[in-house]
Each structure stands twice: as structure tokens, then as C-alpha cells.
């Protein structure tokens, strides 16, 4: 029978030949993470129901990325709890404050491979589709249930499949191809079911970019956001790890497929206003807004890519007075790297505050929070109202490009046409 990438992916975590969406099944988890901020509910839920051993401690990955380094006492005491936690586990795969953002971290580090089923505490699980993993994000309480049993139910999620062709413009990134689609769809566009990407578009994209797609899948309502392996997704995974995995692909005639055809030719850098994800207009639309702080980082767009985008607009360029401009390394390895390149150099001539690897300001918990009235351009993946601080103040998103250039003018600016 014909089936979706998610359909045989749960088919095979289910021991059975096939499933169909709607059907409600169990499966087995491949990976199972929580973090500083989701782990400690987590550790709560599984007291309440006695279970004193995890399952499998190889399959559980802990990074810490939220609040890190702790900044209250009820953080410290938090990560205090998760170490002892890790250590009476046995649990090896734990990334203490230095190490950067989960959804960074678990590819970086060989966790994740084609056709596992991975659960994640965290919306943002769903990161890892660009490798071709079936991955979503899940509760504390769920996750408890993993934690002891190393399984999960899932209603197997019918398909939606944007066929993402054309060449992208010099200044336009896969950041804006989401945005774009996002606004097409809407916030709840691809409610629960697995959202995917195909077409040349992808196909062109490296891994890092590919990313942005599946990160943000979660943002139109979507359980994953799968990416079919192929050879970009092989070179990626060399010498990160030696698991073994299998490579599936989606069915043209499966039954509970939907295709969108995107044509990306002629699409312009986008920003997505306050506050909604979906409301998304061209950044040459909006320049007349005025920002105090922008923000490139987070596990949307904190990778290398981005970081040289900036670093390229940045470059013998000052930030405009006034304007506040963080650059927050999605992990310790890009922070290598951008400090190998010389990019964290051209930061700080620029005038841009670089902060460790961190969640920073994208949820309004951390660093870099912004006060009444005040305005953020962000490059991660929420602007929701009180997002990165207060209620009064109001979060655009962007590319890392559109950022930087933002920050040299002080207010939205649209790259350059070239
Ligand atoms: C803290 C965590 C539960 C949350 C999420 O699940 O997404 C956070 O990472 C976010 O981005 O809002
Ligand atoms: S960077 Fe933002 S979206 Fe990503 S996990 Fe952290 S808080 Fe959530």
C-alpha cells in the first residue's frame, strides 16, 4: 500500500507493515529529550507514578538551554536536580550550561538519524524532520510515560507536502520561504498532521537551512516537518554518528497525501508582524517600524549560516545608536567556528552584544528582555504578545539578513535588491 515518509515511519516504530492515517498506535521511541526548563516537571510526573529507572539512559538526551547560565536560585536548583538525576541514571548524553540550544545540539551531536521517532519536551522538537526523523514535542506528563516505558501513543497525521520550487533570490532565505508559507496557511494551517518539503527548493538548501523549515513547522499547527533524506542529509550525519537508520520517501499516490505547489522565484525577504506568526508581510512593507533591539539567534536561526549572513551585512558597519543588537550563538561549535571565521570580530566592532549559547531573549525568560512599548526584530520563531518580555511590547521576525540590516538603520529595512 502506498504510504507518507510518517506513515512508514510509524508503521515500522509500530511492528506492524502498515498504518493509515487517523489510526491511533504505539510506538517505540528512538530519543527521548527534555531540558532545563521541561525536565524538572518531567521528574515530577515520573515520581507520581513510581518509577525510579528510565527505561534506556542511551536514549535520553538532557541539554540544558533555556536559563543557562542559571540567572535565579530556582534555576540553579532546577539544573542541581537534573544533574543528580543524570547521574543516578546513568544517563551519558547530558549537555551542561555550555553546550547551546536543544534543537542545535541533538543533530550537531549524532542523535538524530533518518526514520527514528523522537519525543522531545519542547515545541520545537519537530527541528529534526530536516534529517527525515519523525519528531514532535510532547508534555512533561507524556514524557513520563516514555521515561518508564519507551513508548508513546501517536494518531498517525495525514500529510501536507509544500512543493517548494525556484531559484531564491540573493538576499532571500529559507527563514522567508517559511514565513511566506506560514502566512499563506495560517497559524493553524497544517493542524495536526506532518507538514513536508520537497522540490528543487530543498533540494538546493544544505542541512542548517533545511532546518528552519522543520522548526517552524510547529508554527502552522504541524506534528513534524519531514525533509526526505538524501545526500546533503548523508554528508551531515559523517562523523556525527554510527547509528544505523533507514531512509524512506513519500509515496506520490498515498491516500492521505496533500500537495501545495510554492513558487519561491519571486518572493521578497518577509517579516512576520505582532503578533502572530501568521501575519507576514514583505520587510519592504513595514520599514517605517522602528526597532530598540534585534535579536539573531535561537534554534531557528542561530546556525553558522546565519551568522555569516549577518556577519556579511555587519561588516565595517556600526549599529545604529540606540538599537541594542544581540548575537547569540546557537551552540558552543558555532561559536568556534564564527570565532575561527573571524565573525564574532566583525560583532563587536559593529557594536553588537554577544551573549554564550542560549535560548537568550526568544521566550522572554532569559537575557535581553524588552520593556513597555519597546520593539524587537528577532530571527527566531515566535512573536505572540509578551514573548520576549513585556505584554506592551511587540516582536517582528526575521531573517538574520533583514536583522543586521535593521540594526545599521534602526529601523526594518529590506536588504538591497540584487
Ligand atoms: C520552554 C518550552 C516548553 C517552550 C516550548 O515548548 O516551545 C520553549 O522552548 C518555547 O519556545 O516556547
Ligand atoms: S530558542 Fe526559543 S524556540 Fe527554540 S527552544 Fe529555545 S525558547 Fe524555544
Known sequence: MSMTMSEKILAKASNQEKVEAGEIIMADIDVAMIHDLTGPLTLQALKDINTDKVW??????????????????????????????????????????????????????GHVVPSDVIVGCDSHTCTYGALGAFSTGIGSTDMSMVFATGQLWFRVPETIQFNINGQLKENVTSKDVILNIIGQVGQDGVRYKAAEYTGDTIANMDVDDRMVLSNMAIE??????????????????????????????????????????IDVEDLEPQVACPNYVDNVKPASEVEDVEIDQIFIGSCTNGRINDLRQAASVLKGNTIKKGVRALVIPASRTIYQQALDEGLIDIFVKAGALVCNPCCGPCLGGHIGLIGDG?????????????????????????????????????????????
Open 374 to 418: 519597546e520593539v524587537s526584530l528577532s530571527t527566531s520563531n515566535r512573536n505572540f504578545k509578551g514573548r520576549q518580555g513585556s505584554p506592551e511590547g511587540s516582536v517582528y521576525l526575521s531573517s538574520a539578513i533583514v536583522a543586521a540590516e535593521s540594526a545599521i538603520t534602526g529601523h526594518i529595512t529590506a536588504p538591497e535588491k540584487k
Open 220 to 261: 502552522m499547527g504541524a506534528k513534524t516537518g519531514l525533509i526526505e533524506p538524501d545526500q546533503k542529509t548523508e554528508a551531515y550525519l559523517k562523523g556525527r554518528t554510527n547509528k544505523p537508520y533507514t531512509k524512506v520517501s513519500t509515496d506520490a499516490d498515498a491516500p492521505s497525501l496533500e500537495v501545495i505547489d
Open 56 to 109: 534506556d539512559s542511551e536514549k535520553i538526551v538532557i541539554p540544558f538551554d533555556h536559563q543557562v547560565p542559571a540567572d535565579t536560585l530556582v534555576a540553579a536548583e532546577n539544573h542541581q536536580m537534573l544533574r543528580e538525576f543524570v547521574k543516578e541514571q546513568g544517563i551519558d548524553n547530558f549537555y551542561d550550561v555550555y553546550e547551546g540550544v536543544c534543537h542545535q545540539v541533538l543533530p550537531e551531536k
